[in-house]
């Protein structure tokens, strides 16, 4: 089945939209065809090079769309049913998964560093070459090929431009605070950077109970955000040390919470070193492959502070997500407000321009 989709031929290039050949689904494979593709750091950082992934890549890690057709023994969707793909493969049955961190499961390692899916091989041709996967998922293309384990299915009613932001954006942000962090009621909270991912880290701190939540950028438009989501104080990076700016405003104790979501060691160590005594230090911003954070090292023991990391919000996202729509429904988890454009297809790098500008909070393509 011919297919336009977003490629990316070389690292720095930009993304060419081209006619793609997608072949029919295999046995416990799902064609969808993709109503909206979200538009994320993470490809960024991929067309840039800060992020290892193989190439050509069809990129896009999150999306939303109607299942096609299915391949055989597939039987949790059938054509039709609207779904959101899952970025992270889980086989459901080693002990990652059954023990509740899916996303540690080899399965998703295995198709993200490979592109191909689990026969070792790709859906995608491009002018006769082959085209990998990116993520397991490849949203930019109108019609992609995914396995039934990364497929969830979701209510008919929800509009499926938004709905296409609970699979990366708001589980990675408001699963962070719940699952890693586990931020408790009446807690202080620093967020670093609060683009698309940022503000649902600021959300999730909200809907805990946090009592004072600190948003930092280095851009006004995201600083506006994160009070949109629920920020109570901000700090612009550029006016001087964050930390200090921290301290400050937290009678010089730190905060309880500090999540780091951009993927830069230097905002790493601050997130570290803005903490209070028992400090939790989260990174959720996708780290360049060879990155290295350097730390103090005598906080760890001496005030007991904690620096980690979590891939996917440490969610279930089978589970969790079903949770977040309740949410949204019930009008605590604001998912309209994050959406702030749609581009067709054609104007993708158009819209990686302004998300990086800090022109737009989340935008999505259409087919
Ligand atoms: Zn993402
Ligand atoms: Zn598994």
Redesign the pocket.
Known sequence: MKSKAAILFEVGAGLEVREVEVQDPGPGEVRIRMVAGGVCHSDLHVMTGHLEAPVPAILGHEGAGIVADVGRGVTSVKPGDPVIPLWRL?????E??TGGR?AL???GTQIRWSGRLADGTSRFKCDGHEIRHFAGVSSFSNYTVVPEDAVLKIPEDLPLERAALLGCAVITGVGAVFNAARVRPGSTVAVFGTGGVGVNVVQGAAIAGAEKIIAVDRLESRLDAARRFGATHTVDATAGDPVAQIRDSTAGKGVDYAFEVVGLPALMRQAYESLAKRGMAVVVGLIPTSAEVTVPALPLIYEERVLTGSLYGSAAPKTDIPKLIDLYRAGRLKLDELLTRSYPIEDINEAYAALESGGTLRSVVTF
């Open positions: 889980s086989c459901g049955s080693c990652y998964c899916p499961c080899a399965a």
